[in-house]
């Protein structure tokens, strides 16, 4: 197994320490779950510049490296759903969108097309990463507030994008 997929692995493997430190609530959990997060992000960014740069894409990396994202924000926003910092229907839209557009890249896929993430879908997984880092901080409600807003009308901006872009694909449905 190349070191890409060994990063991607390890991004899934930390999710469970990151959760555990959470429910099991140990002396500074938000911060030690904080800096699991944020280790495991930048796993992503690594494991993408080591793959494009060495020529290491695989089936497997294709297929785990954005699994392994939507399970670490995915468990992430369900602690900040369970603590009551994020309402679950902004989580729901996130999911719905996720599984949105994976099905419209399988349809393409079926089309032997690729649909490659777009500026939109950049800026969201930036930016939702953002939002999750800093709502681990003791931040001001509004600042908590202003973040889910970001991440549910960046995550809707870019599903829409990804839809419309491609709204060919599913033309014959």
């Known amino acids: 197994m190349n070191l890409p997929n060994k990063l991607t692995l390890l991004r899934i493997v930390l999710i469970l320490p990151f959760l555990l430190v959470l429910y099991l609530d140990v002396p500074f959990a938000a911060y030690i779950a904080l800096a699991i997060f944020i280790i495991a992000s930048l796993t992503d960014m690594l494991d993408g510049q080591i793959a494009r740069k060495r020529g290491l ?30 309402p679950g229907w902004a989580l729901l839209i996130v999911i719905v969108r996720e599984f949105g557009v994976s099905g419209l890249r399988m349809v393409a896929s079926d089309k032997g097309r690729v649909i490659a ?57």
Do not use: H
């Open 57 to 86: 894409v695989t089936d497997f990396g294709k297929f785990a490296d954005p699994l392994a994202d939507k399970m670490l924000v995915t468990a992430a926003m369900l602690w900040f759903v369970e603590i009551g910092q994020m």
């Open 117 to 173: 993430a777009g500026w939109s879908g950049k800026v969201k997984t930036a930016s939702t990463m953002v939002c999750i880092v800093l709502m681990f901080l003791p931040i001001p409600r509004a600042l908590n507030t202003l973040c889910v807003a970001v991440i549910v009308v960046t995550t809707i901006y870019s599903g829409v994008e990804y839809f419309w872009k491609n709204r060919d694909c599913l033309s014959d449905m």
